[in-house]
């Protein structure tokens, strides 16, 4: 079964740091492309960072650029997502994203950050 499952969110204070992990499962991991994606309440689902299989650098968001860091570990099917410098606007629900095809998109079901004094 492919699935996509997200943890690590939670509450952090402005200029903390959290670090998202994706265990992905039922398809052979390391040669897609991996994404998170955010999702504020009452906004549109928005793009955050992208890392491509077989490479350990990613492209991002300008407005996560510089505090927010992906990488993967294909030995353990695992795409994460370092948060730093965290602020009020980062928060949001976190999902991970991969497609298989043209057919085929996978989402989890998502973690939650608040960012909060």
């Known amino acids: 079964q492919v699935q996509l499952v997200e943890s690590g969110g939670g509450l952090a204070h402005p200029g903390g740091s959290l670090r998202l992990s994706c265990v992905g499962t039922g398809f052979n991991f390391r040669t897609f492309t991996m994404r998170w994606y955010r999702q504020p309440d009452g906004k549109e689902r928005e793009l955050v960072a992208s890392?491509?299989?077989?490479?350990?650098?990613?492209d991002y968001a300008d407005s996560v650029k510089g505090r927010f860091i992906i990488s993967r570990d294909d030995a353990k099917n695992t795409v994460y997502l370092q948060m730093n410098n965290l602020k009020p606007e980062d928060t949001a629900v976190y999902y991970c994203y991969t497609r298989l095809g043209l057919q085929t998109e996978v989402w989890g079901k998502g973690t939650a950050v608040t960012v909060s004094s």
């Open positions: 890392i491509l299989g077989y490479h350990d650098s990613g």
